[in-house]
């Protein structure tokens, strides 16, 4: 079974733009979580969907966005790009919502913001 | 909010020797704490979980021990193999918030041949 893909995988922009990351989740998955890593923060969590639904929202502005499509599909957005946006963005997916789901990792996007 | 802390930040041990690695967590309700393992230039990778309701799990080489009254957990690496060198990151969730891991800064072992 294909694990976790992510596009795209490396990505440079300018302050000020906006980026559109993707991710596609496991087969049978429908809940998607997304993740910043960066060395001084580690892993912090962005947003989690499931049937197209946000249920939980980390402590990220609003310039951070994300959406889930009807094939599980997600997408998160940022505009308006600062410096301190560089990072590694993951996805990770799950089977359900439910407590206690295993969460699988996908390569992350690395985004570089000059 | 929940918070987890993890310990060493850094660990060299020699080919075969244990490792062993902690976290604590303040949030009682936390009920499912994963561990993975990252290699440089990939994403996290579960290598073992465990649940609120069990207090130790084995898998091979790797076991993980769940103490719920001290709020914290251990993972257990035993004869270590240079290919284990990578970073291990703790994590915790709790009913209501799954997709919401909570992590640890990240332990990174180095296994010497």
């Known amino acids: 079974k294909a694990g976790v893909t992510q596009t795209p995988r490396y990505l440079i922009k300018t302050r000020g733009q906006q980026v559109t990351l993707s991710c596609s989740p496991i087969s049978g998955h429908r809940s998607v979580s997304w993740y910043q890593q960066t060395p001084g923060q580690g892993l912090q969590f962005l947003f989690e969907?499931?049937?197209?639904?946000?249920?939980n929202k980390g402590n990220f502005p609003g310039r951070f966005s994300g959406r889930q499509f009807s094939n599980s599909r997600s997408e998160m957005n940022v505009s308006t790009l600062e410096l301190g946006d560089s990072a590694l963005y993951l996805c990770?997916?799950?089977?359900?919502?439910?407590?206690?789901?295993?969460?699988?990792f996908g390569p992350g996007t690395r985004l570089l913001v000059l | 909010g929940e918070n987890v802390e993890q310990h060493p930040s850094t660990l060299s041990v020699q080919e075969g020797d244990s490792a062993v690695i902690k976290c604590t967590y303040s949030d009682s309700a936390s009920n499912y704490f994963p561990w993975y393992k990252q290699e440089l230039g990939k994403g996290p990778q579960l290598i073992i979980d465990?649940?609120?309701?069990?207090g130790e799990k084995k898998d091979q080489r790797i076991a993980v021990t769940l103490n719920k009254t001290a709020k914290h957990f251990s993972l257990h690496i035993t004869e270590t193999q240079p290919e284990d060198s990578a970073v291990y990151f703790c994590?915790?969730?709790?009913?209501?918030?799954?997709?919401?891991?909570?992590f640890g800064k990240g332990t990174k072992l180095s296994v010497k041949p």
């Open positions: 465990i649940r609120s309701n069990v």
């Open positions: 990770a997916s799950s089977r359900t919502e439910r407590s206690k789901e295993t969460q699988y």
């Open positions: 969907y499931f049937s197209e639904t946000q249920r």
């Open positions: 994590a915790a969730s709790k009913v209501g918030s799954q997709g919401n891991l909570i």
